[in-house]
C-alpha cells in the first residue's frame, strides 16, 4: 500500500488535433522530458522547429494546472512525461497533369504533458 506522503502529485495537460507529425513533434519531446519548467522553456525558444509553439502552450497549460489546481510551486516542477499520439489526417488533393490527382496527407497528433514537484535534493544527497 502507498503512503500518501509517497504519492506525487501531477499535473497533466493536453493539446488535441495540433497540426504537425507525431514524429517531429516527438524529436522536441524526447530532449525536454525530464527536465525542468525553467530548463525546458529555455530549451524551447531556441529550437529550430515549427512543432515548439504548440509545445510551449501546452506546458504553460500543464504548469498552469499544476499552480492553481494542486498549489505547487512553479520553479520546482520537472516534466515527469511527454508524449504526441498520432491524430485524425486531413486528405487533400492536389490536381495534376492530364486530369491525374495526387493525395496530399495533413497530419495532426495530440501532445500529452505532465509535471512533478522535483524530488527534494536533500533526501538524495543523504542516500548517496
Not at 522553456?41 to 529550437?47: D, H, P
Amino acid at each position: 500500500m502507498i503512503k500518501k506522503s509517497e504519492m506525487t502529485k501531477k499535473a497533466i495537460a493536453h493539446g488535441k488535433y495540433i497540426r504537425g507529425s507525431a514524429s517531429k513533434v516527438r524529436r522536441v519531446l524526447d530532449q525536454i522530458r525530464g527536465k525542468s519548467y525553467r530548463d525546458a522553456l529555455i530549451m524551447l525558444e531556441f529550437m529550430p522547429y515549427r512543432s515548439t509553439d504548440p509545445i510551449t502552450k501546452v506546458l504553460r497549460s500543464a504548469v498552469a494546472n499544476a499552480e492553481h489546481n494542486l498549489g505547487m510551486e512553479p520553479s520546482s516542477l520537472v516534466i515527469s512525461s511527454a508524449s504526441a499520439d498520432n491524430g485524425p489526417v486531413m486528405k487533400r488533393f492536389r490536381p495534376r497533369a492530364q486530369g491525374r490527382a495526387f493525395s496530399i496527407k495533413k497530419q495532426t497528433c495530440h501532445i500529452s504533458i505532465s509535471v512533478e514537484s522535483a524530488p527534494n535534493q536533500t533526501n538524495t544527497e543523504a542516500q548517496n
